[in-house]
């Protein structure tokens, strides 16, 4: 579990009558690239939310480990190891990758 960024077991969610999240599982090795690939409206940015800690995971649904942290008992351990940035970031067209990047970096409070 340890060499694990993130672990989840049978992640699910639904929204009304919709079940959004039907049971997935997630095992994503700590220093990899992991893309989460699906058409519309599949559940990604769902799970994206779960896993971020934005939305609580729905009931049925096993461990969440992000970082190690128990979402369920440590949420706050798991928001500090963790970034996101949103889909549809409202200055992605107006500034550069590397001024992205240094926006990022100022508002962690990372030093020069
Ligand atoms: N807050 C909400 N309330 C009700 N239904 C929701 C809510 N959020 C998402 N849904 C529904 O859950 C389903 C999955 O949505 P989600 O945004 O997770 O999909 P997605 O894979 O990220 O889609 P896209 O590729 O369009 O970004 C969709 O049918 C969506 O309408
Ligand atoms: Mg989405």
Not at 23 to 37: E, N
């Amino acid at each position: 579990m340890t060499n694990l960024a993130i672990a989840a077991n049978g992640l699910r969610k639904s929204y009304g009558d919709k079940n959004v999240l039907d049971g997935i599982d997630i095992a994503v090795p700590r220093g990899t690239v992991f893309s989460l690939l699906g058409p519309n409206g599949a559940g990604k940015t769902t799970a994206v939310k779960i896993l971020s800690t934005l939305v609580p995971p729905g009931p049925g649904s096993g461990e969440i480990r992000v970082g190690g942290h128990d979402l369920a008992t440590d949420p706050q351990a798991a928001r500090a190891a963790i970034g996101v940035t949103g889909q549809f970031s409202a200055v992605d067209g107006l500034i550069t990758g590397e001024e992205n990047m240094l926006l990022m970096a100022d508002l962690h409070r990372l030093p020069k």
